[in-house]
């Protein structure tokens, strides 16, 4: 069975640094999705990144950048010039080709600090 | 683009009460739907997951007669917590899926309704 594990219940970063939140998944697939949601207190979950495990190329969207490590199973989630309106709950999630189906991690806390 | 609405977003009912909850997708047509219930502090626990046309399917531990899920179009999927009692207080958050965004296992959610049975 698929799983993913989220490691770091919560991280704090001070305002403008970089943070990193990591990710790591259990599969015997070999195509796959990987995903990074945010979810603030409004507990709207919102897309921040995603991934196809085909590509070997990290996503990157504007401050946000995924390190992709397909052989150790990995999926970080890099921050940078962190902002105040980043604090939230962030989910990192799975999701085998084909099956349309989410399997999510705990969820790391991040508080971004003034 | 890619915008899912539920509602309501929130409902407070007497136990017994059933509730029915909708899911709109209002840019696209959603030939996928999924529900998730989320605890305080918790992830999200895929509930079933929604076909157009056709009947839900229930994750394992998911009771079907409890919760009800109706897909009768590509932009709207329903969920009815029938016979509400407190333990089913939560947190029910929709989602569905765009066939036509490459890679379309992309899932794009809804606000969430905050469900409290007293």
């Known amino acids: 069975a698929q799983t993913v594990t989220q490691s770091q219940p919560e991280m704090s970063v001070q305002e403008a640094e970089t943070v990193t939140l990591s990710c790591t998944y259990d599969?015997?697939?070999?195509?796959?999705?990987l995903f990074w949601y945010k979810q603030p207190p409004s507990r709207q979950m919102i897309l921040v990144i995603r991934?196809?495990?085909?590509?070997?190329q990290n996503a990157t969207e504007n401050r946000f950048s995924v390190n992709f490590q397909k052989a150790a199973k990995s999926f970080s989630l890099k921050i940078s010039d962190s902002q105040l309106g980043d604090a939230a709950m962030y989910f990192c999630?799975?999701?085998?080709?084909?099956?349309?189906?989410?399997?999510f991690g705990t969820g790391t806390r991040l508080k971004v600090l003034a | 683009g890619a915008v899912v609405s539920q509602h309501p977003s929130w409902v407070i009912c007497k136990s017994g009460t059933s509730v029915k909850i909708e899911c709109r997708s209002l840019?696209?047509?959603?030939?996928?739907m999924f529900w998730y219930r989320q605890f305080p502090k918790q992830s999200l626990m895929l509930m079933a997951t929604?076909?157009?046309?056709?009947?839900?399917?229930?994750e394992q531990g998911v009771e079907k007669d409890k919760f009800l899920i109706n897909h009768a179009s590509l932009t709207l999927s329903t969920l009815t917590v029938t016979s509400a009692h407190p333990e089913d207080s939560s947190f029910y958050i929709c989602?569905?899926?765009?066939?036509?965004?490459?890679?379309?296992?992309?899932?794009?959610f809804g606000p969430g309704t905050r469900l409290l049975v007293l």
């Open positions: 989602s569905a899926r765009d066939p036509k965004v490459a890679g379309g296992e992309t899932q794009y």
């Open positions: 599969t015997s697939e070999s195509d796959y999705y």
């Open positions: 991934q196809e495990a085909y590509k070997q």
């Open positions: 999630a799975y999701s085998a080709s084909g099956t349309y189906k989410y399997i």
């Open positions: 840019d696209f047509q959603a030939t996928t």
């Open positions: 929604s076909n157009e046309g056709s009947k839900a399917t229930y």
